[in-house]
């Protein structure tokens, strides 16, 4: 079982920027691919940004190509995300996960809590 704790969100203004760290619990971290997701109130999960376990490969949603970016330190068994040039529309909970690829929710398997981002206009 790999436990993700996230941190890092808070209240920011448009234009600011936040690194979301997650850290996980297993050993095998490296091993995992990663993503990032996120939800705002009323909407659905959706797909912000994945790297896989080598770094090779990353993926970027549309949305946030050009202003967020996914790494990862597998020494230090986390990733991050950082955003930069935030919109009031990234206002959401974010959600590390690991065990998969790709854009879907339901591609992976492990879940952190999330942290919020607000961003205030």
């Known amino acids: 079982q790999v436990q993700l704790v996230e941190s890092g969100g808070g209240l920011v203004q448009a234009g600011g920027s936040l690194r979301l760290s997650c850290a996980a619990s297993?050993?095998?971290?490296?091993?995992?691919?990663m993503g990032w997701f996120r939800q705002a109130p009323g909407k659905e999960r959706e797909f912000v940004a994945a790297?896989?376990?080598?770094?090779?490969?990353?993926l970027y949603a549309e949305s946030v190509k050009g202003r967020f970016t996914i790494s990862r330190e597998n020494a230090k068994n986390t990733v991050y995300l950082q955003t930069e040039s935030l919109k009031p529309e990234d206002t959401a909970v974010y959600y590390c996960a690991a065990g998969g690829w790709g854009t879907s929710p339901r591609a992976y398997r492990y879940w952190g809590q999330g942290c919020q981002i607000t961003v205030s206009s």
């Open positions: 297993e050993r095998t971290f490296g091993n995992y691919n």
């Open positions: 790297i896989t376990w080598t770094r090779s490969s990353t």
